[in-house]
């Protein structure tokens, strides 16, 4: 690794622990003012605020962990109820965000009722595809280790992560001033870099076990594997937490406008040609898929994100890619924990506070949220780790190659590509 490139993932990684020890200073700050100056401010109720939250995150690690077991044990069954539980509770939070009755809330409900259809209209568009995806999917968890207290060790981290920021929010929220909101928002920033970076530590580390696993045969210790991957590739993940959701983001919104724009209308063509341009050209530089062999092989992010992409395309997998729903039901298992953590929180201070309704409910679902995809990110580096491995070349006489041959055979047939 070239002494430049070292520089700078050295200078993503400090950047990283320093945010964390700014944030830290932060929420004690915010915490020893309130406790020291304004603790009998009776105007918030801490004992309200709280109690609902905490309890909520304490749920949706439980939820996380029970969903993650579940989805090991009956991959199929898990990957096809993603895509009906879902938007079931997502309408079932709409109906109580409508119900506090506030402008806001009805705001937000009407939001997530909208949402729902949306996740309904889309497993109906995909459903042909879960099959497939059914089928990866179980065989790149079985054929990987199962790594139960590693699991349990990263959703403790995010839930201890979690609740230290939410005292922070907390003490901001009951002073209310303009800064203070500009606080808020500082900690949600850091609250989601913070669990990309938890979600994506275990993805290199399972995706490391899992590769090593397909490709050789070896049997990788998550110990070492999560050593290795804090101890050498803490740079590269740090700077693979801001890229990847970013180039996702616009990645899945140039293939939705490509998909609704067609080629009936000039400007609109020109708008989707742009779009997938634009789109192609990020996923070289950005992917999760180059996860994997920052594990496998210490490469940097953007180095093997852009290897990765050319041995998909050079295996010819990449509208295979294209078509697995991996990454959708990982989304959508994030969008359930989440709406369970609403519900939960939301319910509880509608009876106890109702004015503190509709920012605890927002509150839990982001916490929810990133608690679940840190729980997924091992069935998904599962799942990275089968395409890179079939696209490097197996060492292993009974790796099972035949799931992506009759996918490519099926979109051929269909047209698909």
Not at 280 to 288: E, F, I, K, P
């Amino acid at each position: 690794m070239v002494t430049g490139e070292l520089y700078f993932l050295r200078s993503c990684r400090g950047l990283f622990y320093l945010h964390l020890l700014l944030i830290a200073v932060l929420v004690i700050f915010l915490v020893v003012r309130e406790l020291f100056f304004h603790w009998e401010d009776r105007r918030f109720h801490r004992q309200k605020w709280y109690p609902p939250l905490l309890s909520s995150i304490v749920c949706g690690g439980a939820s996380a962990f029970a969903w993650q077991s579940f989805t090991r044990r009956y991959p199929s069954t898990a990957m096809k109820a993603a895509f009906w539980l879902s938007p079931i509770l997502t309408v079932a939070v709409s109906f109580l965000l409508i119900s506090f009755g506030f402008p806001g809330s009805l705001a937000a409900g009407f939001l997530a009722l909208v949402f729902a259809v949306i996740q309904s209209l889309y497993g109906l568009w995909v459903n042909p595809r879960v099959d497939y995806s059914a089928r990866i999917f179980s065989y790149s968890i079985s054929s990987s280790p199962s790594t139960t207290s590693f699991v349990m060790l990263s959703i403790f981290t995010g839930i201890v992560y979690a609740s230290f920021l939410v005292a922070g929010i907390g003490e901001a929220t009951a002073m209310g001033s303009a800064i203070d909101f500009v606080f808020i928002l500082v900690i949600l920033l850091s609250l989601a870099w913070t669990m990309q970076v938890i979600k994506n530590i275990s993805h290199v580390t399972m995706g490391r076990i899992a590769f090593m696993k397909l490709m050789s045969g070896i049997n990788f210790k998550p110990p070492v594997a999560l050593r290795n991957a804090i101890r050498h590739s803490m740079g590269n993940i740090c700077i693979g937490s801001i890229l990847v959701p970013v180039f996702e983001t616009i990645r899945g919104l140039a293939r939705a406008v490509n998909l609704l724009g067609g080629d009936t209308d000039e400007f609109m063509f020109s708008c989707t040609h742009c779009c997938s341009s634009i789109a192609s050209s990020l996923v070289m530089y950005g992917n999760r898929w180059g996860f994997v062999l920052v594990g496998a092989s210490n490469m940097g992010f953007v180095q093997s994100s852009g290897t990765t992409w050319d041995l998909f395309r050079r295996a010819g997998i990449v509208p295979v890619i294209n078509y697995d729903l991996t990454s959708s039901f990982c989304f959508l298992s994030g969008v359930a924990v989440g709406a369970i953590c609403t519900i939960v929180a939301g319910s509880w201070t509608l009876v106890i506070h109702k004015s503190y309704a509709t920012e605890v409910s927002i509150y839990a679902f982001l916490i929810g949220y990133f608690i679940s995809r840190i729980a997924m990110a091992w069935p998904q580096a599962c799942v990275s780790a089968y395409y890179v491995t079939y696209a490097e070349g197996p060492q292993m006489d009974d790796f099972d190659s035949t799931i992506i041959q009759d996918c490519i055979h099926w979109i051929q047939r269909h047209n698909l590509v």
